[in-house]
Structures are given as C-alpha cells and as structure tokens.
C-alpha cells in the first residue's frame, strides 16, 4: 500500500504545507489504490484506478497529481490537455487512411507509458467530444491508468456544446470508471504565490527568471509560443497560452497597438505578465502613451496583472514633461499593481 507520508514530505520540502481538504484528496486517494488491480495476462479486466480530481482554480490540483506522478508512477507522461488533444490530432493525421486509426493513437500513446496526467481537463471542441470518449474507454480498456484535473465536474464538461448527447455516454463512463473527488475550498494558492513573489532583486525579472516563476506556477512552458493574435493583429511576445500572456514592455508597447487591443487582451487572458521594463523619457513618447492606455484599461476591466521589475523603477520610468499630468494617475496605479493586496483584494472583488 502506499504511503501518504511519501507525498507530503515531497511537498514539505518545496515549502508546501497542505490544507486540511488537499489532505482530505491524499486519504481518499489512497484508499482507492488499495483497492486498485493491476491488469494481467490472466484477467480480463481490472479494478480502475482512474483519478478525476476538479475543482476551482488555484486550489493546488496539478501540484498534487504532479507530487502522486511523481512518488508513486515512475513510467508516467503529463500533458495538458490542449497539448494532449493536438498530439491526438497530430496522430490521427499519420494514420489517416488506416482503419481504425483511434485504436493505432492509442497504441501510441501506451507504448512506454501506463500512466497518462492530462491537466487542465475541459471539452469545448466538437471534435474533441466525439473522439475523448472513445479515447479514455480505449486507454482503460488497455490498462493505461489515467490522472485528470478539471475546473468542472465530470457532468458540466462541454456543457450547451454542439451535440451534446452524443458526449452523455463519456461523462457516464467518466462518473462510473473514475475517483471523482471534488477539491473544494476557496482559497487560490497560485494567485497567493503570484501576488507574493518579489521581483524587486535584479536578476528576478530577467527573461529566464519569469520563465522559471512562470512555468513553476502554471506547470507549463509558455515560452515556445513567441506570438499571438488580437483583433487578426500578430504581435510578440515572450509566451503564451490559453489564458496567459507574457510580453516585454521595451517590446509590445513600441508595436502599433492601442485602446482596443488592450480591450481585447482583457477579456482573451486572464492572467498578463510583463517584464523588460525601462527608464523612458520624452524620446519614448509613443511608448509611454500606450503604455498609460494599457495600465488605464487593465485597471478598469479589473485585469490579473503581474509586472516584474524593482519597484524603485516605478518613481523613475518616465522623466519626461509631456505626459506629466497623465503620468501621475498611471504611477498612483503602478503602486497599487505592484502591493500584494491589488490581486488579492481583485480576487475578493471577482468571487463576491
């Protein structure tokens, strides 16, 4: 049987003190894997050790199936889900032409793997309705374990979406053949480690050290993504994902951007991030302009902001006289952003 203890001191070491309801999914967890029998050759089904772990955002899902991953399944793969569903795609495109060719993915996919975590579990794709079902019964079917975290209960995944019914028979399959466990409560830990983490020290804002407190915080490299579009625009930036974005301010803000991009950024991602930052003068007009249009915007849609540079650099960003008067509502702005409380008093305000 395995040991609890394994996983907490995993964590303890990190600096992860666990709350009473991720202690609550450990037990429960555990329980379940005394139950669970390994396929053989000699039997022709097993108990199933699937795990769907869901709940709000924040709570610590992925950090707690990374650290079971990790002390319990050595011959074990992660993917996000957006990722999962592209090699998917990827595959099927191989073995068009081949019959049955869901059946060869999954031959690929358990190959040297019996255990696959899919992060970030949500269907909103037609096409990825009607193939994960037959996915995820193929993989048990197999003996391939699977660990999946969701912001949704397994009965409002792809909710309202396009044929809908035909996508019923998966979440039955998922509420029969998996330990569904609800990580209830409500306080969001990476928002906390996020308002908390002090970029103030030089060599904590530079390009590798973002990436490093990016890729710690959303369990995903964001950098191989270097652009993005709004409003059918392309701009750079230093990552990206589904609901993050990372830009350079030396960069972004010298492209021809404005008003209603920033508008659009606002309500694709929820979480921006930006470094790069440096001293601007009148020289750097247009690039301090948009800039106060940004912050004014970000401000106002009550956007999840995260700047990563010496806080002593907000007094002496801009030292020009043209935008003076504007400057002075925008560096009020830039200490409220950069205090601990703005994200946490913003995520008070969002789940009032």
Same mark, same amino acid.
């Given at each position: 049987?395995?040991?609890?203890?394994?996983?907490?001191?995993?964590?303890?070491?990190?600096?992860?003190?666990?709350?009473?309801?991720?202690?609550?999914? @450990? =037990?429960?967890?555990?329980?379940?894997?005394? /139950?669970?029998?390994?396929?053989?050759?000699?039997?022709?089904?097993?108990?199933?050790? *699937?795990?769907?772990?869901?709940?709000?955002?924040?709570?610590?899902?992925?950090?707690?199936?990374?650290?079971?991953?990790?002390?319990?399944? #050595? *011959?074990?793969?992660?993917?996000?889900?957006?990722?999962?569903?592209?090699?998917?795609?990827?595959? /099927?495109?191989?073995?068009?032409?081949?019959?049955?060719?869901?059946?060869?993915?999954?031959?690929?996919?358990?190959?040297? $793997?019996?255990?696959?975590?899919?992060?970030?579990?949500?269907? =909103?794709?037609?096409?990825?309705?009607?193939?994960?079902?037959?996915?995820?019964?193929?993989?048990?079917?197999?003996?391939?374990?699977?660990?999946?975290?969701?912001? #949704?209960?397994?009965?409002?995944?792809?909710?309202?979406?396009?044929?809908?019914?035909?996508?019923?028979?998966?979440?039955?399959?998922?509420?029969?053949?998996?330990?569904?466990?609800? /990580?209830?409560?409500? =306080?969001?830990?990476? /928002?906390?480690?996020?308002? =908390?983490?002090?970029?103030?020290?030089?060599?904590?804002?530079?390009?590798? #050290?973002?990436?490093?407190?990016?890729?710690?915080?959303?369990?995903?490299?964001?950098?191989?993504?270097?652009?993005?579009?709004? $409003?059918?625009?392309?701009?750079?930036?230093?990552?990206?994902?589904? $609901?993050?974005?990372?830009?350079?301010?030396?960069?972004?803000?010298?492209?021809?951007?404005?008003?209603?991009?920033?508008?659009?950024?606002?309500?694709?991602?929820?979480?921006?991030?930006? $470094?790069?930052?440096?001293?601007?003068?009148?020289?750097?007009?247009?690039?301090?302009?948009?800039?106060?249009?940004?912050?004014?915007?970000?401000?106002?849609?009550?956007?999840?902001?995260?700047?990563?540079?010496?806080?002593?650099?907000?007094?002496?960003?801009?030292?020009?006289?043209?935008?003076?008067?504007?400057?002075?509502?925008?560096?009020?702005?830039?200490?409220?952003?950069?205090?601990?409380?703005? @994200?946490? *008093?913003?995520?008070?305000?969002?789940?009032?």
């Amino acid at each position: 049987m395995k040991d609890i203890k394994v996983v907490i001191e995993k964590l303890s070491v990190q600096g992860i003190n666990l709350d009473i309801e991720q202690m609550i999914f @450990l =037990e429960e967890f555990i329980k379940h894997e005394s /139950l669970y029998k390994p396929k053989t050759f000699f039997s022709r089904s097993q108990s199933i050790g *699937n795990t769907y772990l869901w709940g709000p955002v924040g709570r610590g899902k992925t950090m707690l199936l990374q650290a079971i991953q990790d002390c319990y399944f #050595s *011959n074990s793969v992660q993917f996000h889900f957006i990722e999962f569903m592209q090699l998917v795609h990827n595959k /099927l495109a191989d073995f068009s032409g081949i019959s049955d060719p869901l059946i060869k993915v999954v031959k690929h996919l358990s190959n040297d $793997n019996k255990i696959i975590f899919i992060d970030e579990f949500q269907i =909103e794709d037609i096409a990825d309705a009607m193939i994960i079902g037959t996915l995820i019964d193929a993989l048990s079917k197999k003996g391939i374990r699977l660990l999946i975290s969701s912001n #949704s209960h397994p009965d409002n995944l792809y909710k309202d979406g396009l044929q809908r019914a035909k996508f019923l028979q998966t979440i039955d399959f998922i509420n029969k053949n998996f330990f569904v466990h609800h /990580l209830s409560g409500i =306080e969001d830990y990476r /928002l906390r480690e996020i308002a =908390e983490f002090d970029s103030s020290a030089k060599d904590k804002n530079g390009d590798e #050290s973002v990436k490093s407190f990016l890729l710690r915080t959303f369990s995903k490299d964001i950098s191989n993504q270097t652009e993005f579009f709004i $409003n059918t625009r392309k701009f750079d930036c230093l990552g990206c994902s589904k $609901n993050v974005l990372w830009i350079s301010f030396d960069t972004f803000f010298s492209s021809p951007c404005g008003g209603k991009d920033f508008i659009e950024i606002a309500k694709t991602f929820e979480w921006v991030f930006i $470094n790069n930052f440096h001293i601007c003068s009148d020289d750097h007009i247009d690039k301090i302009r948009r800039f106060i249009s940004f912050i004014d915007i970000a401000y106002q849609e009550k956007q999840k902001l995260k700047l990563f540079y010496d806080p002593n650099l907000i007094n002496n960003l801009y030292s020009g006289v043209q935008l003076e008067n504007l400057w002075i509502r925008t560096e009020s702005r830039l200490h409220q952003i950069a205090a601990t409380k703005y @994200l946490q *008093n913003l995520e008070q305000k969002q789940t009032k």
